[in-house]
């Protein structure tokens, strides 16, 4: 008599758990349809959570109950929502939603640079899934683009890493429509000084999104553009140029590094290379970063210095620089028929100048996080 009594209950339990499974999925998707508003219900919180408790492997429940807890504002419980989703296997999706959860909750932490650094990794991560996938892509060139900011604006390579990710997010059609991927690819190539590409993405940002606020970046541009051509044209002519050019060619120069002028110095670093320059006067723009001069050299030639990762009283006008390893870039280019040429170096780092004879002291480094308008 005893064993068709076992047999109901093994079929008793496992209908239970068809059940559970069943009811799991109807609070997931319910709780799913509750959380499309852009605010925080907690109705939806509380189906969500029905859902992974009914079956903890619904690694979709998880994923939306994390998303829904990050809109109420609890970043720590939403993070513990994506990891325990990832802890069922990996998963492109949540790979990223963690990533960009890591980028909100570095905001104003101590340990801000290193929470940004995961965000890359998780990011390259899930990359590595499906490396076909834009959204996978433009998530990774945001962390890169975020850690610029983050680190105090002087690190090259990540502006260079954050540009070829979003290139290869464009190789995806599912990409095109997003105006952020344009925006933020026009913030990477402002700061590259690649002033043609980036007119071009903004303007197809603001084309795609009028709310964004890529007009105002192009016209901030062109009238940046137009500030640096003009003062330099009026600078060139300047009398005064005579008597500070034979001025710096009496620079006393380390025998490791060959002297030069703006007009021998190749597109890019010039390595082992010395350029003595003076500060005619900075250029007032509506960025923080970065610092804009125009500077002359030994030959009479002006061009225009910018300064990334260096406090603002770090150089004044008047002074004496010594550009070691010059990283020059000759801007040509023209926009809306009108044309834009001159010659420009970048300078990224306190070891690639000398004020005055004297090496920068340490803390006249940024290595704090600057604000800049980009979508994260």
Same mark, same amino acid.
């Given at each position: ?27 997931? &998707? ?32 998880? &994923?939306? #109950?994390?998303?829904?807890?990050? %809109? ?13 989703? #990832? ?41 590595? &899934? ?10 990774? $060139? ?15 390579? %990540? ?30 190539? %402002? ?28 016209? =901030? ?15 060139? %002519? ?42 005619? #006067? ?26 990334? $990762? ?5 150089? =004044?006008? $008047?002074?004496? #620089? ?27 780092? &306190? ?26």
């Amino acid at each position: 008599m005893s064993s068709p009594k076992c047999g109901i209950t093994q079929i008793s339990s496992a209908e239970q758990r068809k059940l559970a499974v069943q009811r799991a999925t109807y609070e997931y &998707l319910r709780g799913k349809i509750l959380d499309v508003v852009p605010d925080y219900r907690k109705e939806a919180e509380d189906h969500l959570s029905k859902a992974v408790k009914l079956n903890p492997s619904l690694v979709d429940a998880w &994923l939306c #109950l994390g998303n829904c807890i990050w %809109k109420k504002g609890d970043l720590p419980s939403a993070k513990n929502c994506f990891n325990l989703a #990832l802890s069922k296997g990996p998963n492109k999706k949540i790979l990223c939603q963690l990533s960009m959860l890591e980028r909100r909750m570095s905001q104003g932490a101590e340990n801000q640079a290193e929470m940004i650094e995961e965000s890359i990794q998780h990011a390259k991560e899930a990359i590595t &899934l499906d490396v076909k996938d834009g959204n996978s892509w433009y998530n990774l $060139g945001n962390a890169c683009l975020t850690s610029f900011f983050v680190t105090g604006t002087w690190d090259h390579s %990540k502006l260079l890493q954050s540009l070829k990710a979003y290139q290869n997010a464009e190789k995806d059609e599912r990409m095109k429509s997003n105006p952020d991927l344009y925006f933020n690819g026009a913030t990477v190539n %402002k700061y590259l000084e690649n002033y043609d590409r980036a007119l071009s993405s903004f303007e197809a940002a603001a084309l795609k999104d009028p709310s964004l606020n890529a007009s105002e970046e192009v016209e =901030k541009m062109v009238n940046l553009l137009n500030k640096l051509e003009n003062l330099l044209r009026g600078h060139s %002519k300047a009398k005064r140029l005579t008597s500070l050019a034979s001025t710096i060619g009496a620079v006393n120069l380390n025998s490791s590094y060959k002297r030069a002028t703006i007009d021998v110095l190749s597109e890019g670093l010039n390595k082992a290379v010395a350029l003595p320059v003076k500060v005619l #006067l900075f250029v007032k723009h509506e960025n923080i970063t970065p610092l804009y001069s125009v500077v002359c050299d030994s030959k009479q030639s002006c061009f225009v210095l910018s300064v990334y $990762g260096i406090r603002n009283d770090a150089i =004044k006008e $008047g002074d004496q #620089l010594i550009l070691l390893e010059p990283f020059f870039h000759h801007v040509d280019f023209s926009w809306k028929e009108k044309r834009y040429d001159f010659k420009s170096i970048r300078v990224d780092f &306190l070891e690639q100048v000398l004020v005055n004879g004297k090496v920068l002291p340490p803390h006249q480094a940024i290595r704090t996080s600057i604000y800049a308008q980009h979508k994260p």
